[in-house]
């Protein structure tokens, strides 16, 4: 492997990370707020996160038995 180069496990166990964060933050961010649109906005995109989450997470396990 390149020196520069980072595995394709590692990149989608990065990003499962980041959508993680994300998440969290949302929700967060759902809580503070008092208008309800924003409110429902970023449950929304929370949502979403866990969502991207569940995506990657499948891509990750199968490119886990690839390399297998």
């Known amino acids: 492997m390149n020196e520069n180069k980072i595995d394709l496990p ?3 166990k990065q990003a499962i990370s980041i959508e993680i ?3 969290e933050y949302y929700l ?3 809580d ?3 208008d ?4 429902s906005l970023f449950r929304g ?3 979403d996160e866990g969502d ?3 995506l990657l997470e499948k891509e990750y396990k ?3 038995e690839k390399q297998i």
């Open 10 to 12: 590692d990149i989608f």
């Open 45 to 47: 995109l929370a949502r």
């Open 28 to 30: 967060i961010f759902s």
């Open 52 to 54: 991207h989450r569940e």
């Open 62 to 64: 199968n490119c886990q």
């Open 21 to 23: 964060y994300g998440k």
């Open 36 to 39: 309800v649109n924003a409110k």
């Open 32 to 34: 503070l707020v008092d």
